[in-house]
């Protein structure tokens, strides 16, 4: 952390800024120019609040050197996490999965038809919404338990291990057959839920908030790891602009970017970004190409009368060829 | 509803779609161009799904005349609604009030030195938090239960109803004492948690989230509401944007624009908004000449030394100072 | 500036860095920490290029300090600074002025008309497009050199000066007697056009573009001041985020930012911001609280029927109704 | 065009409307629903003013059918539009090239020697600035007509075809041995320069504003082709965004969405968008993926010592290793 002082800042208050920092274990080291005093803050600096030393009224500007996340930070765990299910597969450290399935899971027939369409075409995970953030409360909000137990239903079938959404951490009892636990946008910050999930050992994926900085999606996947849980996969899915033509603006440089400053994998998610099934298959070929560790993709075998999201769903024919592509450029995709 | 259909639509899946359309309750109003067929959907439009009818291969486009809120809508309920706490404070529907206090309690003598000095400059309702999200897991997160105690005590001392934060339904319990409920920005969209607001008696602040439309404030708004409780207060605290000298931008449009779309009291939040102590009270004065119902300010008795966010807190001497110039322009406010 | 090196930093290439800095005609000031070197660069850094100092190997981050911009900067320049206009009208440092007109100027008439109602009800400067920046070149591009023609005869008749935009330096020749040329958010940073206006001894008000920052505004005033010309105001009118129920997001936090960083005169037009007319007077108010030197607002004689933006303009009624409201608060106003 | 009448419209005024539209030349379709009157509005459009419509009072909304941009609209051109150079080398309709150089023209032996290496690489068109858009005035701001000079010397070396920047309508007579005229973002919606180059028989590449919608990214496109040029390529180069790790946020989803909705070839500018070298290869194989007919990439024999923006530009050797990769991708990315 840098300080940097006020000009007219005089020595008393100097002095006692500097006392009061050292008492927090840090070590300075002040540089006195002409114009400006510098206060450079080495060691553990986690304790100091940023904002307490901005509110001073001797302080110019304050700069953090360190990111505050720590087990999410690569600079402490230089080789990449791989996140392994029970069935034995993996994402990450070079594991690149296809996870596919329909936005909310409606009927028996459908997730299992869904299930068997988007394996069959390369998928290895199920995806599937049984408890559903809607902005409406008047909009469908997914079958609930129910569409839990058709989920391990169609894990039995399939043998594809399964990711749905928690939304709240009084359903954690019922989540025991799901493999990943999914976290929305919208909870992105819901810091409360995030402790719960600290607390269990089972796969998390966090998705990034519709306007959150990607520092602040690691700062969010500090709060699952802090608390134990260490097997975290961030998911870039779209965040707000002035853009109208697609529902979000899909970030996908925020897949070089998260792969330098954190060792988690980085699934991105074409279909909720963009909200247009045409737009999904070009999208995903090119978060393959710049190193994506896994694709989470929306496939209905029935989209127009999908209960949610119809828009963005592929056939699974689309699915089957955007496949087909995804895997043709694998080999040449970036880190 | 307007549903605007492709040019290629042909007479079969024309037919399909009103039989589907009517068989849900509406009232059709099919209007056939040389180019284009325009059907107009009228009567309760909540149960069709726009993005249902957007994945139809011979729609066009789709939009909403409606807006996807109804107890919170003034189309509806053309009184402002005035929310009214125990001890007879009133806002909204012409009644302002000032809320004012620290950001986090954090002592006894601290939380009841601001709660009079609040009081003595006109402040009618404290505020202080608790239990406090915080981005980092390292960072203070509110003394919580004791928190409560001692803003139950800065009541009893100075008479003042107070608010406070809720993270958390599995807290609801300690909150008995609270007058107002305070939802986070970071929770706006956290629909689980709104449900449960919903099933109680006490009022509401909802506030918007850092990139959510002032359409979906109101249709969290509106969670709460269905679910019976309807005295909800909604709150604008500053949107994400490229801008970096304030912390967030405060959209100060949401005043009027709010006033004309729902009769629920408005709320503005200059201190989160800006981060900048000194910002606050041009921001204050602005929100009230623009129409809002109330203020929330950030006070500390000491901001250098405040345990969260002292870079945004007034000294009471400035809030004083504040409030006397907020008194004299409330008269030629606008609405 | 601060340059933080990276930890691997070998002492051959610090030297390098510090013979290179050195050549410049910087100072330097070191510190060398446990883990980081940090080095401070005093005197005049405004020729060292960041970009090229970013690029280097050894460096981690790099921090301006001082702003880009120098003849714009209050730190250089204490004192407010007055725009007097030639019939004695002064804008900044105290003075607050209203300027009104239509968005375009369309018949002698038209613009007669509204000079005369805006000047009742206590506008000093009339405003009116002759050049008008349209999105489609299908649409009505405004008058040219017979709008000037017309706004000068206003001028003549009422004794308003006129503030009009330019697009082109090629017509400066017709803006003679313009009293101040307005350049518009989408040429905020045509800098061609803004060094030409430094040569010019006329009022400019330049105006925020729609993704530009507080920072970027006023390098672009200093653009036209380094060229000579140190009449420049700025001027907020909306800048694109994410919300759609007002054409942009009228940002009025830059008012008591711009007052703190610059010494320019500091103008709101609410009109271009909001795009409706409901929402100007409130936001008029809300601008004249929180301390803007002059207000700049579309007024038609009828909306209805204007060739241009007749949904964001007042008639004459509501403008003096809000011109009341405005002179009222303005004693109570706070910078 | 879609307007939605207003519940209590009375019906002198619908006739009043319906005269005035008709009048334009437009067909009407009036739909007469229980609460509300639909009309639609069929024909050429294209001279309605959808502001002036919003400005009635007894209209709800108005919503645009068709978008504003004709000549550059896929609705009325379905084939993909191929730019053919001098020397034969074509953009669009399938055919994809690799445009590099450094960001500035410094020297005679830089330009040149860059030109060889991109060119050895794959490269077929050599970009390089000599006017340069610079945030302060005090920055390099190119080496203007001696490095166009420059350019022409590196193109008669090389055989490669060159694309440079032009800033003022003044400078087009230095443009003559320029293969592709460059606009760039902050000129996006300098309409007065872009009439310019309707006038002339030259490719444009026309870059996207960095807070501007596609439509209007096309909308400026259409005033360069209405004008009777309509060689244009449009390019995305980032946008403004909350987030602060990249410079701007590359908005990939452009490529397939421009795709449907224009003819013109797209061009991505990973360079500009994440400001990072190590960001570029990733972003420029993921812009391959995804469609786009071209790249145009930062290259510098030396970056850390470039005059301008070194920090993003690649070394030869990365830029060689880059574009290997891109034609292995090439053949799998979809449209």
Known sequence: MIILLKKNANQTQIEHLKESLTSMGVQLNVS???????????????????????????????????????????????????????NGVKIGGGNFQMIAGPCSVETES???????AVKAAGATILRGGAFKPRTSPYAFQGLGAEGLRLLSKAKKETGLPIITELMDAAHLSLFDDVDIIQIGARNMQNFELLKQLGKINKPVLLKRGLAN????????????MAGGNEQVMVCERGIRTFETRTRNTLDLSAVPVLHRITHLPV??????????????PPMALAATACGADALIVEVHNDPAHALCDGAQSLTPEDFAEMARRVKAILPYSMR
């Open 110 to 116: 459908q997730i299992i038809e869904v299930a068997q």
């Open 32 to 86: 006195v120019g002409q114009s400006h005093t510098i206060i450079g803050l080495l060691g553990d600096t986690s304790r100091v609040d940023i904002d307490m030393l901005n509110a001073l009224e001797i302080v110019e500007s304050v700069q953090r050197i360190q990111e505050p996340f720590k087990k999410a930070n690569r600079r402490f765990h230089e080789d990449d996490t791989i996140i392994e299910l029970e």
């Open 213 to 224: 900085t990607l520092q602040e999606l690691l700062t969010s996947a500090e709060y699952v």
């Open 267 to 280: 699934v991105i998610d074409p279909s909720h970004a963009t909200g247009v099934a045409k737009l999904v």
